[in-house]
C-alpha cells in the first residue's frame, strides 16, 4: 500500500536557523510529490510540487524540496526560517487519483 | 476562478445522530473530489474520493459514507455517529488528472469541525 511518512513530528527552530523536514515514500509507480502548508488558521495551501525534470524544486517563501528517487524521499528545505514559518508541514504523493499525506510535521519559530 | 465551498464549519451532534456535511465547487467541470480527515499527530486520512457524479472510492472502512448527486456536490455522511467520528473534515477538489503527468494539485475547504458527545 502506499505511505508517507514524515520522521520529525515537532521542530522547534530560532529565526534564521537552517530547516530540513524529511519525507519518504512507498509507492511502486510513477511518482508526483507536494508539500502542503498550514498556517495556524489558514487552509491547506500548495508550498511546491515535483511532477518531473528537475529533482530540485522551488516553492513559495524560499523553500525548496529534492527529489532522491533511489532513496524514496522528498525533503523540504529552507536556508533560513522566519517566525512566520510556524505552521505545519504536510508531505503526499499522488497514488493514482489519490493523494496520500504524511502525518505531518510541526514547525515553530521563535524570534 | 474556481472556489470550494464547505459547510457546516462547526457542528455539535449527539451519538447515535445523523450527519450531514456539505462541499460545492465552483468555477470548474468534472472535478475529482475528497474528503479527508485531519487529526492531531495523524496527518490528513483519505476518507473518500470521486472521479464523477455517483462514483465513489471508500479508502477506509468506518462509520460514514459519501455520494456525488451532482457534477460538482460531494457530500459526507452518517446514520448514526459514533464518538470516534469527532474531528476535522476537510473537503478538496482538484482537476482530471492528466495522462502524462498523472499529477493533481488539490485545494482544500476551509473544514468542518464535528464533535460528536
Known amino acids: 500500500a502506499q505511505s508517507v511518512s514524515q520522521h520529525n513530528h515537532h521542530v522547534i527552530l530560532s529565526e534564521a536557523a537552517s530547516l530540513e523536514l524529511g519525507c519518504n515514500y512507498s509507492?511502486?509507480?510513477?511518482?508526483?510529490l507536494f508539500w502542503y502548508v498550514q498556517y495556524p488558521g489558514q487552509h491547506l495551501q500548495l508550498l511546491l510540487k515535483?511532477?518531473?525534470?528537475?529533482?530540485l524544486v522551488k516553492g513559495i517563501k524560499g523553500f525548496e524540496a529534492e527529489f532522491i528517487k533511489s532513496k524514496f524521499s522528498f525533503n523540504l528545505r529552507k536556508p533560513s526560517v522566519q517566525w512566520s514559518d510556524t505552521a505545519e508541514y504536510f508531505c503526499a504523493v499522488t497514488a493514482g487519483d489519490k493523494l496520500i499525506f504524511g502525518t505531518g510535521t510541526r514547525l515553530q519559530v521563535f524570534p | 476562478s474556481q472556489t470550494i465551498h464547505q459547510w457546516p464549519a462547526t457542528l455539535v451532534q449527539p451519538v447515535g445522530s445523523p450527519l450531514s456535511l456539505e462541499c460545492t465547487v465552483e468555477?470548474?467541470?468534472?472535478?475529482?473530489l475528497y474528503w479527508y480527515r485531519q487529526a492531531a499527530g495523524r496527518g490528513l486520512q483519505l476518507l473518500f474520493y470521486?472521479?464523477?457524479?455517483?462514483?465513489i472510492s471508500s479508502e477506509v472502512p468506518q462509520n460514514l459514507s459519501a455520494s456525488r448527486p451532482q457534477d460538482r456536490q460531494f457530500i459526507l455522511s452518517s446514520k448514526k455517529l459514533l464518538l470516534s467520528d469527532s474531528g476535522f473534515y476537510l473537503c478538496a477538489w482538484s482537476g482530471r488528472r492528466r495522462a502524462i503527468s498523472g499529477a493533481n494539485v488539490l485545494t482544500f475547504g476551509a473544514g468542518s469541525r464535528l464533535t460528536v458527545l
Open positions: 470521486s472521479v464523477g457524479i455517483g462514483q
Open positions: 515535483y511532477f518531473s525534470g528537475d529533482p
Open positions: 509507492y511502486g509507480g510513477t511518482v508526483n
Open positions: 468555477g470548474t467541470s468534472n472535478p475529482n
